[in-house]
């Protein structure tokens, strides 16, 4: 009895320990939008006067332009890599393709640093004069969304018995019907779950953003960035920024944890 006692406690602790470590963080950005300068050189100061001045200079400034043209990206990423994913996730889960090795091969990219994969996707979008617009973005951002929400949605369509499409197919679906109106409403929650995050990996995206977004439309990730200045850095107005950048992310992460769990082991499971 004291030894499951002593589990359920160290259970507790340790949850506790995480939602600490989460929730400190977050804490401190909300606060140090209400901080002024001078309060922001006391991190640990919790009583003080608090001042909008942070969140008039920042909802003053471009960055729900930026929220635009971040919400743009993700969406249309997304939109292709659902498309993509879902039809490659179905052929690997059904048909085995590319064998077993082709579960883990499909996150390859993800071992490549973004620096080796960036000087092409600039060269290209020089290329074909595509630069000073967004989507050299989108395509970067493809190159990391597709894979992870390729194996996100493995498990999805491996979960679907195959005796369903059997009665379609022997009702006079063809394979590519079979598939749009049979299998997909069964995985639907999974593609949002997918979706939501994929949104989340292009949404949070910097690295891309700060070399191949024109310079006069940047991103959320790399407005936010622009806080540090030569001055040092804006504390204030960069909380403003990232709590309006963290907000969406929060919210949806509620709505998928269970599916996102599910998708993230699923893309291991053997067919």
């Known amino acids: 009895m004291k030894r499951f006692k002593l589990i359920d406690a160290s259970r507790v602790l340790l949850l506790a320990v995480a939602v600490t470590a989460v929730a400190l963080p977050l804490l401190w950005v909300a606060l140090a939008t209400f901080k002024t300068p001078a309060d922001l050189n006391q991190p640990g100061l919790l009583w003080f006067t608090p001042t909008m001045a942070n969140w008039t200079e920042v909802l003053s400034s471009d960055i729900f332009a930026a929220v635009g043209r971040s919400v743009f990206v993700a969406t249309v990423t997304v939109a292709i890599a659902v498309v993509v994913g879902s ?23 993800q071992v490549l640093p973004p620096a080796v994969l960036v000087f092409p996707f600039l060269s290209v979008a020089y290329m074909l004069r595509l630069n000073g617009t967004l989507v050299p973005i989108i395509f970067s951002h ?9 194996w996100f949605l493995i498990g999805f369509f491996a979960a679907v018995p195959k005796e369903i499409e059997e009665q379609a197919r022997v009702d006079g679906f063809g394979r590519f019907d079979t598939f749009r109106l049979v299998v997909l409403p069964q995985v639907l929650p999974g593609i949002g779950a997918a979706a939501i995050f994929g949104f989340t990996l292009s ?8 070399i191949l977004s024109p310079s006069n439309s940047t991103i959320l990730p790399v407005a936010i960035a622009g806080f540090n200045t030569f001055r040092g850095v804006e504390l204030g107005p960069m909380a403003v920024a990232i709590l309006i950048a963290i907000i969406p992310v929060v919210i949806a992460s509620f709505f998928v944890q269970k599916r996102l769990v599910q998708g993230i082991s699923g893309g291991a499971v053997k067919g």
């Open 203 to 210: 949404w949070n995206d910097m690295f891309y953003g700060l």
């Open 87 to 109: 039809m490659g996730a179905y052929s690997i889960a059904r048909f085995s393709t590319g064998g077993s090795l082709s579960r883990f091969g499909i996150l390859a990219a």
């Open 142 to 150: 493809l190159s990391f969304v597709v894979p992870v929400v390729t």
